[in-house]
């Protein structure tokens, strides 16, 4: 059992780019993971909440609603049950808001509220087969620990979500209790959360406490006011609900702001999509002018992770470059310019850009 105390501990903020202090969400500083997997103390935070109180002696996790036989499970039967460990990338929703024109509310994320990590835990499909689902069931609804108030609304609300009861992806899923082969830290949702692979991190319940079968559509307000599309304010009749990431790339090196000099250097990077595989990224350091392939760098690429990319670049001559980077994955989808824009700031992958710049007089040629 993880010794996890009622408040949350002073977990690893060190080099986490702070977004928002109440509730607490923080970036990676991309530019300093130089392993595929993100460590623990650097993945990014995202939470709609304070921090829950989690006693251990008592949690436990329950699954009913439309089902021939509803359960409830303690931590230590979970570690008892088949166990599954899959590598996998996931991406706030609301990565890359920074850079939308005009500006869109929210958290005003830069390019870090995105990580991979290793999850183990029991496969989802096991736990559902347990409890024997009815006929008819549309959604499974999952339950965290962690409540408050909205803005927007009055009343106390649990963070909630659902997911169409679609076995295929049912399958893909797991309630993860160990990341990067230790128990999953209290910040990011221990005792246990739910992983969907290929999807955008709203969906990775974290504190998990409840999963239900429901036979009608799931309408809490994380389901059907936030993550959605809306392309005009309020404009719900229109709107299509966040799901799968989309193909996205950022650059890590160099930064913002980084004077070079004449040289070669290489340039580098992470690439990322939601069910395919990154299969190509391209790098222009003109403005998108002109594109080159780069290498993709990590040889454990796989299905529903990122991968590093390196570009190898000489500057002949001073002056002021664009830099800029675009991927493809396996299914086709390729990485905008400039990403459609809509009310909520959702799914930004337009193409990463950074300035850099080579002071001294221009070469003559």
């Known amino acids: 059992m993880p010794n996890l105390s009622v408040t949350a501990p002073n977990e690893g903020k060190a080099g986490l780019i702070p977004a928002k202090t109440e509730p607490e969400n923080l970036e990676c500083p991309l530019g300093l993971v ?13 939470n709609h909440f304070p921090y829950p ?10 699954i009913g609603g439309q089902c021939q036989r509803p359960v409830a499970f ?32 929210g958290e005003q994320y830069g390019i870090g509220a995105v990580g991979n990590a290793k999850w183990t835990g029991v496969p989802l499909s096991y736990l559902l087969d347990l409890t024997q689902i009815d006929a008819g069931v549309q959604e499974i609804i999952f339950t965290g620990s962690d409540s408050g108030q909205r803005p927007d609304m009055p009343g106390e609300f649990n963070y909630q979500r659902s997911l169409p009861f679609q076995k295929e992806l049912l399958a893909e899923c797991l309630l993860a209790y160990e990341m990067n082969d230790e128990p999953l830290p209290f910040k990011h949702g221990a005792p246990v959360r739910l992983i969907v692979p290929g999807w955008y991190g709203m969906a990775n319940v974290k504190w998990l406490t409840g999963i239900t079968a429901s036979v009608t559509p799931f309408k809490g307000p994380f389901q059907a006011v936030d993550y959605l599309y809306l392309q005009r304010e309020d404009d719900y009749q229109q709107a299509v609900p966040v799901t799968e990431m989309k193909v996205n790339s950022v650059i890590t090196w160099p930064s913002k702001g980084e004077v070079l000099k004449p040289g070669t250097y290489v340039l580098r990077g992470l690439a990322w999509t939601g069910k395919g595989m ?18 993709l760098a990590s040889p454990e690429h796989q299905q529903f992770t990122w991968t590093f990319w390196e570009y190898t670049w000489t500057i002949s001559s001073p002056g002021h470059y664009s830099l800029m980077v675009k991927a493809e994955d396996s299914l086709g989808n390729q990485q905008p310019r400039v990403s459609s824009w809509n009310v909520k700031g959702y799914g930004n992958n337009m193409m990463h850009q950074v300035p850099a710049f080579v002071p001294g007089t221009p070469m003559v040629h």
């Open 34 to 46: 130089t392993t595929w997997l993100v460590p623990n103390e650097l993945f990014y935070i995202r």
């Open 53 to 62: 109180q989690i006693d251990m002696a008592t949690w436990s996790l329950s």
């Open 74 to 105: 303690h931590y230590d039967e979970l570690l008892k049950m088949p166990r599954v460990t899959k590598n996998v990338t996931f991406e706030c929703a609301g990565n890359k808001r920074f850079f939308l024109t005009p500006p869109a509310a």
């Open 278 to 295: 990154i299969t190509k990224v391209s790098v222009s350091t003109d403005d998108g002018m002109n594109w080159t392939d780069a290498i």
